[in-house]
């Protein structure tokens, strides 16, 4: 099988492994997931986007992750880490917005672990004016069961060939909020990350716990960025979504803050400088709707939906933290 192959060669010579049956298998299911996603939301009304991967500030709300920098002629750039600005400001355009948009993140080298970061990604990201967290998680568990029973009605060789048993989930999915996530955690001796998340490890040994796929809820203000919701001075009205058997995190968004003056303090006390987002302040001042939003990692979904173990292996040309391959 394919993964008998060492990472760095599945990398750096994926063009001369592009017809192996498996690869030809995943990227068929690739295809019908997006075509899926896309019938899904457009069904409900939803308009799709398309966003820019160099941008003067992106989203600085990427736990341990850096931006890359771009020399645009004598411009400062960074690519874009998610599109998250972008889905505000397309709030003007239309109340139900989604992007399968480009994410580039200087993710930590992950010295032979291919298994669930990649430095450029994709998100389904989508964002609803005047929309409760809760509509959004309601959407967004009708959208992955959508999507996994396209796969399975339509996808039944390929997923037979990987050896996937898929099951289509139920609704509504299990809820655990943020505090009871970190009490399961440190039972089982995991600590929390620097920034007061809850690290990998963690994350893994939570989603092992569960058969089906399930929510956590309330995350700490300083750990999640300045664009979301505060609750109260605890927890914000936002969420993750995790995939059960030791997959791992699925989909992380919530209710946006729009309020300017909030938003500067909720940047203050998430370390960034105002100072850099004058289009985004602009935007704000000049008024948007209150709104939710949610971004799913498009190749964590196909890693689930395939049960591939290494995410290098879900798309067809993988760029892994410090390999940049072809
Ligand atoms: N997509 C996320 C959201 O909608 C933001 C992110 O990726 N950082 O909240």
Redesign the pocket.
């Known amino acids: 099988m394919f993964t008998k192959i060492v990472p760095e060669l599945r990398i750096y010579k994926r063009h001369l492994f592009l017809d192996c049956k498996y690869y030809k298998a995943i990227f068929k299911i690739l295809s019908t997931v997006l075509k899926a996603v896309r019938d899904f939301l457009y069904s409900r009304g939803f308009i799709e986007l398309i966003a820019p991967i160099v941008a003067p500030v992106t989203?600085p709300?990427?736990r341990l992750a850096r931006e890359f920098t771009v020399d645009f002629y004598d411009e400062h750039a960074v690519l874009t880490?998610?599109?998250?600005l972008y889905?505000l400001a397309s709030m003007k355009i239309h109340d139900k917005v989604f992007f399968i948009a480009h994410?580039i993140r200087k993710e930590p080298e992950r010295i032979n672990d291919f298994t669930r970061y990649l430095s450029e990604f994709r998100?389904i990201?989508?964002?609803m004016a005047h929309a409760s967290r809760e509509q959004v998680m309601k959407l967004s568990e009708e959208l992955l069961i959508y999507v996994i029973s396209v796969v399975k009605r339509e996808r039944r060789d390929e997923l037979e060939l990987l050896g996937r048993e898929l099951k289509v989930p139920h609704r509504p999915f299990k809820v655990i909020r943020f505090r009871d996530a970190v009490e399961l955690a440190k039972e089982a001796g995991y600590g929390l990350e620097e920034t007061g998340e809850l690290s990998t490890e963690a994350e893994v040994y939570i989603s092992k716990l569960h058969k089906e796929p399930f929510w956590i809820i309330g995350f700490p203000p300083e750990a999640r960025?300045f664009?979301?919701k505060k609750k109260n001075d605890e927890e914000l009205l936002?969420m993750d979504l995790l995939y059960p058997e030791g997959f791992g995190e699925a989909?992380?968004?919530?209710e946006r803050e729009v309020d300017p003056k909030r938003v500067r303090e909720r940047m203050i006390e998430t370390r960034v400088n105002p100072r850099k987002y004058i289009w985004l302040f602009e935007l704000l001042y000049s008024g948007i709707p209150p709104c939710a939003?949610?971004?799913f990692g498009l190749e964590r979904l196909m890693r689930y939906i395939t049960g591939v173990k290494e995410i290098i292996d879900v798309i067809p040309f993988p760029k892994a933290p410090g390999y940049l391959g072809i």
């Open positions: 989203d709300g990427i880490t998610s599109v998250i889905k994410n998100q990201d989508l964002e960025g664009y979301y936002d989909a992380s968004g919530g939003g949610i971004g």
